[in-house]
Structures are given as C-alpha cells and as structure tokens.
C-alpha cells in the first residue's frame, strides 16, 4: 500500500474507534439514568404506553375531562382550524359560535354540523365528554361556560401526572386563584406597575389572550420581561395556573 493508504486506513479505524465509544458511552449513561428514576409502576406504564395514547386513557371512559377530550380528539381539526373549523383559542372565530349558546354548540357537536362530525368522528365518548369538550374550547375562545363535572375521585389525575389528584380538583380557580392573586399578583397587576396588564383591563389582556389560555400559562410561569417566572409565586404549577385563570377570567 502507498503510505497514503495507509493513513487514510488509521483515520477510518480512529474515526470508528471513537464513535463506537460514544455511543457505548451514551448507551451507558442513558441506562444510568432510568435506573436513578424512582419507577414507580404508574411511572413504568407511562413509559410503556404507545406514543399518542397519552392523554384519553389516563382517565377511564366517561370521565374524561373536557381539556383530555380536546387534547385526545378535537385538537386533530380544533388545533389548526381544519375544515373551516373554530381555531382553539382564536377569539374571532369563537365568539359567533358562542352567541349560539352551549346548548346549541353542544348539539352541533353531538349531533354533526356540516363538516363537523358526530362527536367529533369518535362516537365511544360519552355525551358529558363531549359537553367538557365543548366548554373547555368555547371557554379558551372567551366563554365562561361549565363543564359537566368528572364524577369519582380517580377521575380527578390531572393529565399533567400531578401527584396530589384530589388537591388538583379542588382547584376550584375562583378560590385558589384568588388567593394567589390576592398575595402575590396583585402588587403588579392591580396597579399596572412595570406595564403589567392590570386586573379587569380587557383591552390590555385581548392581545395577549389570543394565543389560547395555555400559550399564556406557559410564558407566565417561564416569564416575560418585567413579569418573573410564575409571577415570583413558589407554589405548585396548578395553582399558579388557577391564578392566571382567575385573572383571565376577570379581564375578558
Ligand atoms: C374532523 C375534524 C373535526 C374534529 C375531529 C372535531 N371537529 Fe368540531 N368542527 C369541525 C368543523 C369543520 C366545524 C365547523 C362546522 C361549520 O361551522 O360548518 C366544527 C365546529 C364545531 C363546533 C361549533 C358548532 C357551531 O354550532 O358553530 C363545536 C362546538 C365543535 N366543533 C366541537 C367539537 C368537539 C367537542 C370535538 C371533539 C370531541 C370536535 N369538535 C372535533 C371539525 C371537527
Ligand atoms: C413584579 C411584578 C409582577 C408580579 C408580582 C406578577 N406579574 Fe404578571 N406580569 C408582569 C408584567 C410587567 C407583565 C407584562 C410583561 C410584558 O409583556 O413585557 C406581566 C404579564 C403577565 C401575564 C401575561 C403573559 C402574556 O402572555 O402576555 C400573565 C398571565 C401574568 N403576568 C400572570 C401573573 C400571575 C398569575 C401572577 C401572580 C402569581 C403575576 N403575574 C405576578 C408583572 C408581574
């Protein structure tokens, strides 16, 4: 062999020396690591559970939440605005649909409505499945209606995997909201200072409710500027959560 061979062959066993050692390496430490997870066996059927099954088998059938509802199904057209369909979030595109009123946007979902299928094409829900559906979109679109409440406690696991499920439902975000906000939020948000979007001011909280209410939830709890991560609030996310709902709720 020339001797120009003959370094391209040492190149070509170092290059592959290495890159077998870092994948030995990453094989190693990504082992490593789920063994120092605590797996709890909830912990091992999360892991176990086919991609895209997440959110509607956490709870049983018909107890579903409206947000797993929407997360398992309506999402697939209600999350782009597919078809024509109302946008989740989208102000302008709910507000028409919610002057119908909820007993008439729950018949259109149950029943079909032009391109809008019969419980959204998956007949397995059960009619107060598909009335939380419905409340739980037309509220992130500038409703206030009530979701049929999750009957049992197990129904209650927060599809975040909260720990403490019978704290999440008691939740109630007029209550727990209030008192965050009340404690925490208020020193910027009832005055306005440092150009936070004061309490009550739809036209301050219109522009930045449009992204839909987990889109705000989300840049408040990482925070904005002025505004720290979740408002300096220290408490768990779903409280935190209730909090911007109450104010949301205040200002829309
Ligand atoms: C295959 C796509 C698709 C899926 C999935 C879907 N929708 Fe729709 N939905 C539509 C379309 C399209 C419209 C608009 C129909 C129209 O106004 O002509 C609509 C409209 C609606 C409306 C407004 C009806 C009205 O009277 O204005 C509600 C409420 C609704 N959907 C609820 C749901 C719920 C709840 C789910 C999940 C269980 C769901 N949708 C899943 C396509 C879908
Ligand atoms: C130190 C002052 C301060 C405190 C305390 C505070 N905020 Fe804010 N907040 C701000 C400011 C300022 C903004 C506007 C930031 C911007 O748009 O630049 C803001 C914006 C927000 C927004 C809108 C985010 C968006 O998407 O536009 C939400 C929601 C919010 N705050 C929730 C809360 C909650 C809930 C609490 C209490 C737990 C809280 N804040 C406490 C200052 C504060």
Request: aromatic share 6%; net charge positive.
């Amino acid at each position: 062999m020339a001797p120009g061979s003959v370094i391209k062959v040492i190149v070509g066993i170092i290059v592959f020396v290495v890159a077998a050692i870092w994948l030995l390496a990453k094989l190693a430490t990504s082992g490593y690591e789920i063994d120092a997870q605590v797996m709890t066996k909830e912990a091992v059927a999360a892991r176990l559970k086919p991609v895209g099954d997440s959110v509607a088998s956490d709870a049983p059938p018909g107890q579903r939440t409206g947000e797993q509802v929407f997360k398992a199904i309506c999402i697939s057209c209600h999350g782009t605005g597919l078809a024509g369909s109302p946008k989740f979030g989208d102000a302008a595109a709910w507000a028409p649909r919610i002057a119908k009123g909820y007993d008439t946007l729950i018949d259109h979902a149950l029943h079909g409505f032009n391109a809008m299928p019969v419980k959204g094409g998956s007949p397995d829900l059960s009619d107060d499945e598909v009335k939380r559906a419905v409340a739980y979109m037309a509220n992130a679109g500038g409703a206030k209606f009530t979701e049929p409440p999750v009957g049992g406690a197990a129904a209650a696991a927060s599809p975040a995997g909260a720990s403490a499920p019978a704290a999440v439902a008691a939740l109630d975000p007029q209550v727990v909201g209030k008192k965050i906000f009340d404690s925490v939020c208020t020193a910027c948000h009832s005055t306005g200072a440092a150009g936070a979007p004061k309490f009550g001011d739809k036209a301050a909280w219109a522009p930045r409710l449009k992204p839909g209410i987990d889109e705000v939830v989300k840049i408040a709890t990482k925070g904005l500027n002025a505004m720290p991560p979740k408002g300096g609030y220290t408490g768990s996310d779903a409280e935190f959560r209730a909090a911007v709902e109450y104010m949301v709720n205040a200002s829309k």
